[in-house]
């Protein structure tokens, strides 16, 4: 159905300042959302409140920080929550649903198909608020694959007004009439403070290389730093980073020598994160760094780690001794990704959109950009029955 963005579904009067949650319930939604929180920031014509939340909310509030965005709300879950995927989205319904009420936002902005990113934009339904959905679009035709994202993103294409997808709707998730594409905003992160990384990652995009991000703390993953120099002389396109313990142990620094390695043994969390989120594949033996990449579109490898596969999953266990092989597997297929096409706006399209959805400008696209309106000409028509199945 056709639902008028009248004032009053909005939550105010027409001088009323709108605000919107940005809930992220992980940190790759933290790479995505602050960079949306600092575009509005800067534009200043309404309001970002940051709600970090998920099964780990002290992490996503850190991320959050470590970005150089404060954190406006935490929810912490009850101390009682169990690990698995009902008691997390049990006790994220009710501390969302008390969130929106207390805040009564004029609308909420998620990203991605996580846990949730899901209950969030259900608690919205409910209480009528508009759902902005980051990422939309994405999906695949195969309701199990990638588990239980997928399924998740369907669920938001119900239930969401607006859709901002990174490169248009993709197989089997036509989205309907409210489609703004804008790119992945997490090109809108903060380069690298360590001029090393920074350096690499100006370099790969303007010269079509491939980054290998190499995250080892352990002794036993030894094996996987022995098999690198077999890895740059098999590909002349790639740059690898190496981060972590093993970074300051002496085969490393015999690696460092080479003009397509750097060292970085302690980085700091937005610096790997925000190379994580460029690199083609991370090889890794921490299990928090691997499960972030799927988040951030990198395959990973975890080295002698325990890891259930997921139908989807780009999350490979495997021993030392077989890095090589793999992640040369990886880097001749389909995840051996380039990096994508990127001009740094993507997060103001994110708050154009936005703007546009609450009536404060004319157009939702920066190059149609025209003066603030008067709020009584407010009204947009939007697709609350699009679906994304």
Do not use: Y
């Not at 259930?308 to 999953?313: A, R």
């Not at 740094?344 to 399209?349: L, N």
């Amino acid at each position: 159905m056709t639902t008028e963005f009248d004032l009053s579904m909005l939550g105010g009067s027409p001088d009323h300042e709108h605000d919107i949650l940005l809930i992220a319930g992980s940190r790759p939604e933290v790479a995505r959302l602050a960079p949306v929180a600092t575009a509005v920031a800067k534009a200043d014509r309404f309001r970002a409140i940051t709600v970090a939340t998920g099964a780990d909310p002290m992490s996503v509030d850190e991320a959050f920080d470590a970005f150089g965005v404060p954190t406006d709300i935490t929810l912490l879950l009850p101390f009682e929550t169990g690990p698995g995927l009902a008691d997390v989205a049990a006790a994220l319904l009710t501390r969302l649903d008390r969130l929106m009420v207390d805040q009564d936002p004029s609308a909420v902005l998620i990203h991605g198909g996580g846990v949730a990113a899901s209950i969030a934009a259900t608690v919205a339904f409910w209480r009528r608020i508009p759902v902005v959905h980051m990422q939309a679009g994405m999906g695949t035709d195969d309701l199990l694959c990638p588990f239980p994202q997928e399924a998740h993103r369907r669920v938001i294409g119900q239930l969401a007004s607006l859709f901002l997808t990174t490169s248009g709707a993709a197989l089997g998730s036509p989205l309907g009439p409210n489609v703004l594409t804008i790119g992945d905003t997490v090109h809108g992160l903060p380069a690298p403070e360590d001029p090393r990384c920074a350096d690499v990652l100006a370099r790969i995009r303007p010269e079509n290389r491939r980054l290998v991000l190499v995250d080892l703390a352990r002794p036993s993953s030894h094996d996987a730093l022995a098999g690198l120099a077999g890895l740059l002389e098999r590909f002349d396109d790639i740059e690898v980073v190496i981060s972590g313990d093993l970074a300051s142990d002496q085969l490393a620094l015999d690696l460092g020598r080479h003009p397509r390695v750097v060292l970085t043994p302690a980085p700091e969390l937005a610096d790997l994160l925000v190379t994580l989120a460029a690199a083609s594949v991370l090889i890794s033996d921490d299990t928090d760094l691997v499960g972030d990449a799927p988040g951030l579109g990198t395959a990973a490898v975890l080295v002698d780690g325990p890891n259930v596969p997921q139908p989807g999953d780009s999350i490979r266990s495997i021993g030392g001794s077989s890095v090589l092989a793999d992640v040369t597997r990886i880097l001749e297929g389909d995840h051996g990704r380039r990096p994508a096409p990127s001009d740094g706006a993507e997060a103001q399209r994110a708050e154009q959109a936005v703007a546009w959805m609450f009536g404060l400008c004319r157009s939702p696209h920066l190059d149609d950009e025209a003066d603030h309106v008067d709020p009584d000409t407010a009204a947009r028509k939007v697709d609350t029955g699009s679906t994304e199945a």
